[in-house]
């Protein structure tokens, strides 16, 4: 069974410019999160979606955004792009988004802004 | 406030040596724990999760954990290193809000031979 996949796997923008980054669950999984990753970091929760919903929002400002589509893909979208946006983007997905459930990470897209 | 700490930020263990990565969080009500691993270039990978029951758990690639309420700790332990053990390991707590996980900053292993 495929993983959480994620693309691109690589992006470099420059300081202004938007990005969107995309992430396909494990089948069947119907929630989806996102998180930050900056070098020598943990990852940092930004968003939570489960059947199109926003369930949760981490400390981010509003310049992130994402949805949640009917196949429970997602996007992330990040506007006016700061050089501290540079980091792995994870996305993770588990069944119905409960706290009991393990989340399952895909490899994550490196966004890198000059 | 929820949070996790992993006081060491890199351990160097020699191959066949025992291993423990140490891990406090700090959660008012009954903590879910994980403990994921990452690979240079990789997204996370679950070694194992704890959420109530027998305070010793078992995970992948020969790796159990240990639950102590009272020291509000979940170490990770192994009992003989490989050098593919090399990475970089996550202790998360399951947040309050939705299913957000909160992580500790990573322990870098490195597996000297």
């Known amino acids: 069974d495929a993983g959480v996949t994620q693309s691109p796997t690589h992006l470099i923008k420059t300081r202004g410019q938007q990005v969107t980054l995309r992430c396909s669950p494990i089948?069947?999984?119907?929630?989806v999160s996102w998180y930050q990753q900056v070098l020598g970091q943990g990852p940092q929760f930004i968003f939570q979606?489960?059947?199109?919903?926003?369930?949760g929002r981490g400390n981010f400002p509003d310049r992130f955004s994402a949805r949640q589509f009917p196949n429970y893909s997602s996007e992330l979208n990040v506007n006016a792009l700061l050089l501290g946006d540079s980091a792995l983007y994870l996305c993770a997905s588990s069944l119905v988004g409960t706290r009991m459930e393990p989340q399952h990470f895909g490899d994550g897209t490196r966004l890198s802004i000059l | 406030a929820q949070s996790v700490t992993q006081p060491d930020i890199h351990i160097t263990v020699s191959e066949g040596a025992s291993l423990e990565l140490r891990c406090n969080y700090s959660y008012g009500a009954t903590p879910y724990l994980f403990w994921y691993v990452q690979s240079p270039g990789q997204g996370l990978q679950l070694l194992l999760k704890y959420f109530s029951g027998d305070t010793l758990v078992q995970g992948i690639k020969g790796f159990e954990a240990e639950f102590k309420r009272s020291q509000s700790s979940f170490n990770l332990r192994k009992p003989s290193v490989h050098w593919s053990d090399a990475a970089e390991y996550f202790c998360?707590?399951?947040?309050?809000?939705?299913?957000?996980?909160?992580f500790g900053k990573g322990t870098t292993l490195s597996v000297s031979s």
């Open positions: 998360a707590v399951a947040g309050q809000a939705g299913t957000a996980l909160i």
């Open positions: 089948s069947g999984h119907k929630s």
């Open positions: 979606y489960y059947e199109k919903e926003e369930r």
